[in-house]
């Protein structure tokens, strides 16, 4: 039988299920650290997958995403050993490996820095404003920002994640500003969801969601692309420069489009060896419905069973055939996350709603600024590479 993998050039390893933190808003059902309990990815279970992947997917390259939890519980020579084995096996295949990890960095030291510089892992860190405001939603802002600067300094710095609650909805000109400080240019913008942890929170709703996106918009204006969030930068290309056709849609597969590539050209493993389309996929409730597959289990992957539950998976609701596909908002749509749709139905039509007055308020700005900005992220974008 042919893989289901073949496809394959992302794999994101929920190397502990563990956390230090108790992040209010947290989509995963993590545990705290406990000296009798090691959830810890099994060297074993590692080797295994990586090598599953390197020669079952016709990519020649593997991203290979080290998840949690917080993954920084493991140890520096945990790294050491993980990135000198994908690297040596892929190498043997005349393929490249590229390593990242999302952290809360609390627990970051020195050697695990001397570990990433090695391997040249790339670290992003979760901060959700200045320091009241952080310290609310999950603590430690000093011992963060510290070792955020680090990172920096060693040139392994990922880049920033701010989950927008009801703790900084109305402060993203200050995150803006922190973020000129700080010396970052690019972050990524998540609105949160009442899933895992953070399924007793009350919900964002739409006007506060739309405020986000408005205050973002207006910074980045303001910035003239010097700072942006991924996200939103996206939402202008796409107001400026629509699709053309269902074909290109589907060839930028992401997080934030009409599709995205969960299963498809990516796949998550948890330390029980269960796989699921995505790390949020198999966080919390109901997702757990949607496990592809076991890699502790030796039988062989039925491609046809996997297709069928990725096929369930990604399925549209009738909103979608019968509202979404006719509504003028549907490029700077990300058109909800099938990890919690699921799970959290309420949060997708809030964003919907929002959207559109997103899309109304960009048909009031003057396009050559839109344009303008785009330009100049682009060109920053560039030189970067």
């Keep these: 039988m042919k893989s289901p993998y073949k496809n394959i050039n992302e794999v994101h390893i929920e190397i502990t299920n563990m956390c230090n933190l108790s992040c209010t808003y947290c989509y995963a059902e993590t545990l705290l650290p406990d000296k009798q309990i090691k959830n810890l990815f099994t060297n074993e279970l590692y080797r295994d997958t990586i090598t599953k992947m390197l020669l079952e997917s016709k990519s020649d390259f593997l991203d290979i995403v080290f998840h949690g939890g917080e993954p920084l519980l493991h140890t520096p020579e945990w790294f050491e050993e993980a990135c000198t084995f994908a690297t040596s096996k892929a190498n043997q295949l005349g393929k490249k490996v590229y390593f990242s990890m999302q952290s809360n960095l609390t627990l970051l030291k020195n050697a695990h820095v001397e570990s990433f510089k090695k391997h040249q892992v790339k670290v992003g860190v979760s901060l959700d404003g200045d320091k009241e405001t952080h310290n609310a939603m999950r603590g430690n802002f000093g011992v963060t920002v510290a070792n955020m600067k680090k990172l920096q300094d060693a040139g392994l710095f990922g880049g920033v994640i701010v989950v927008i609650s009801h703790h900084n909805w109305n402060k993203i000109p200050l995150f803006f500003k922190q973020m000129e400080e700080l010396g970052i240019r690019i972050f990524h913008m998540n609105i949160a969801s009442s899933v895992g942890r953070g399924n007793s929170m009350e919900l964002l709703g739409t006007e506060k969601t739309f405020r986000a996106f408005k205050d973002c918009v207006d910074c980045m204006l303001k910035y003239k692309g010097e700072i942006v969030d991924t996200r939103m930068i996206k939402k202008l290309q796409q107001f400026i420069n629509p699709p053309q056709s269902t074909e290109e849609t589907f060839q930028q597969l992401r997080c934030d489009n009409l599709f995205c590539h969960a299963g498809v050209t990516m796949i998550a493993v948890q330390n029980d060896g269960n796989v699921f389309p995505c790390g949020c996929a198999g966080s919390s409730g109901n997702m757990k419905n949607f496990k592809l597959d076991n890699f502790r289990d030796t039988r062989e992957t039925n491609p046809v069973d ?62 050559s600024l839109i344009v303008e900005l785009i330009s100049i992220h682009e060109s920053k974008s560039r030189a970067l590479v």
Excluded at 309 to 321: G, N, P, Q, R, V
Excluded at 350 to 363: D, G, V
């Design 306 to 367: 996997y297709f069928e539950l990725l096929k369930k998976f990604h399925t549209k609701k009738e909103k979608y055939y019968n509202e979404c596909v006719h509504c003028p908002a549907k490029f700077v749509c990300e058109h909800g996350c099938p990890a919690f749709d699921h799970t959290d139905p309420e949060t997708p039509e809030n964003t919907c709603l929002a959207t559109k007055q997103l899309y109304s308020y960009l048909q009031t700005i003057d396009r």
